[in-house]
């Protein structure tokens, strides 16, 4: 059973917990979009392990976890990642990074912070990592492959037509410092020491190996986030939907059996851009608490909010999910009452949406329609067995499966691996 991962809003659904328990049984994890804008929380063991470009299958201990194409990597965020978890004394023999897998140049760090801090208009709250910038190069194909770092004619003919062109957007449009062709040549002979020991030159044959074996894809940010269906242009510049674990690993569509659309019993956001069922009250303040909403990558604390189910029906379209592993269910313990917004109402003209209006630009007349639940007052954290889940929580995650027409397959009551439901 070949499997894809993929967060259904606006990332930070508990993915990487649930990419941890799936990679128990794969032979192969496969990280296929994305960089190190991602931050992914593993709990085991009574231990926390933070990940942002590293499959959370590496937990496991010699499994293949293969860092795909459509990735973007920053190489001091690679190096800092590995060094820390062969601290944590986890065994990396299995990392592998696809040769074309693209670099981010600090030059692309740079004009990331820069748009950001400058912006007067139009501000995306990314992470600052270089993520758009990375991906508008390769894009525009004038952009570094991990395997460029290997082929010294290939490096030089490249940087002949991309730093000219570099330089002068650097220094005309953005004030900053232009590079020497020895300075980036100098870094390319440091990433490739980086990269060595994982770059996985062979990974044609990895691949047509692993036909036969059990493969897990893992997603990266959100369906709300991808740069073709999300809140665009408030969006990340990669492809987190399923369909993006074909074109990020080399694998084909036929390969991929289930993708689970993992989400948070509300939503959460960071950055800017349009959330229908924010809560700016001290509702969204006790989501925030008890969810310890803060964000991995950049600690900035998250927007709360209400289930979408608008924008989430959607995001099984898109996304195409088979399947909802919901989490975060037990943040709600404690609550009275629960809501679900099933549709939007323009403000401007009464007129309903059930379906996802794309235009983000209108969603500001938006105003959800809720249908409220009854709590259950009760501390699921320790319940494994979901006939023994309180009769409301049910009733609530029976309503979601009617809204979303698609199973529940996991519910998440803890951050821990053991905090986990299997529904039959
Ligand atoms: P990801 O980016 O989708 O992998 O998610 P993050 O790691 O950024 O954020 C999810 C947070 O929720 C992490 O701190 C997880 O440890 C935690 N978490 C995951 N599932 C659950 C759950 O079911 N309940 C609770 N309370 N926390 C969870
Ligand atoms: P994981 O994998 C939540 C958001 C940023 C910003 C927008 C663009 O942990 O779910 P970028 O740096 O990608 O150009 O920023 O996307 N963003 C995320 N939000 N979780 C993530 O990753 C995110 N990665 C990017 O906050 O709004
Ligand atoms: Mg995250």
């Known amino acids: 059973m070949n499997r894809v991962v993929v967060g259904a809003q606006w990332g930070d659904e508990g993915k990487a917990k649930i990419t941890d328990l799936l990679a128990q049984n794969a032979d192969l994890i496969i990280r296929y979009q994305g960089g190190c804008n991602a931050g992914h929380t593993v709990v085991a063991h009574n231990k926390t392990f933070k990940f942002h470009l590293i499959p959370s299958g590496i937990l496991y201990g010699g499994k293949t976890c293969f860092i795909g194409a459509g990735t973007v990597i920053l190489p001091e965020a690679f190096e800092r990642e590995v060094t820390e978890l062969i601290e944590q004394g986890i065994d990396v023999s299995g990392l592998k990074v696809s040769p074309l897998a693209s670099i981010t140049m600090p030059y692309h760090t740079e004009v990331d912070g820069y748009s950001e801090d400058n912006a007067k208009k139009g501000k995306i709250g990314t992470t600052k990592k270089g993520i758009g910038p990375t991906y508008t190069d390769k894009a525009a194909r004038i952009g570094l492959k991990i395997e460029d770092l290997y082929s010294p004619e290939a490096l030089n003919e490249k940087l002949d037509v991309i730093l000219p062109l570099k330089n002068k957007t650097l220094e005309k449009v953005y004030g900053l410092q232009p590079y020497s062709k020895d300075c980036i040549l100098a870094l390319c002979e440091k990433y490739a020491q980086i990269f060595r020991p994982y770059v996985c030159f062979d990974w044609q044959e990895m691949l047509n190996n692993s036909k036969k074996k059990q493969v897990l894809f893992e997603g990266a940010q959100g369906v709300m986030l991808d740069v073709d269906y999300g809140t665009y242009p408030f969006v990340t510049s990669s492809n987190p939907i399923g369909g993006g674990a074909c074109t990020g690993s080399g694998f084909g569509p036929k390969m991929i059996d289930e993708v689970i659309g993992v989400a948070k019993a509300y939503v959460t956001r960071v950055g800017e851009g349009p959330f229908v069922t924010e809560l700016t009250d001290e509702t969204g303040d006790k989501i925030r608490e008890i969810g310890h909403e803060f964000g991995v990558t950049t600690g900035r604390p998250r927007r709360?909010?209400?289930?979408?189910?608008?924008?989430?029906?959607?995001s099984v379209l898109v996304g195409g999910l088979t399947s909802v592993a919901l989490t975060k269910?037990?943040?709600?313990?404690?609550?009275?009452?629960?809501?679900?917004?099933?549709?939007?109402?323009?403000?401007?003209?009464?007129?309903?949406?059930?379906?996802y209006p794309t235009n983000v630009f209108i969603h500001?007349?938006?105003?959800?329609v809720y249908e409220t639940h009854k709590g259950w007052d009760v501390d699921i954290t320790g319940i494994r067995e979901y006939e023994k889940?309180?009769?409301n929580c049910k009733k609530y995650l029976a309503r979601l499966e009617e809204l979303l027409e698609v199973p529940i397959s996991i519910v998440s009551v803890g951050p821990d691996r053991e905090q986990t439901i299997f529904k039959k």
């Not at 709360?304 to 959607?314: E, L, N, P, Q, S």
């Not at 500001?364 to 959800?368: I, M, N, R, S, V």
């Open 364 to 368: 500001k007349y938006l105003e959800p």
């Open 329 to 355: 269910i037990d943040v709600f313990d404690t609550f009275d009452e629960i809501k679900i917004c099933t549709a939007y109402k323009d403000t401007r003209d009464g007129k309903i949406y059930k379906s």
């Open 389 to 391: 889940l309180p009769e």
């Open 304 to 314: 709360c909010g209400w289930f979408d189910a608008v924008t989430m029906k959607y």
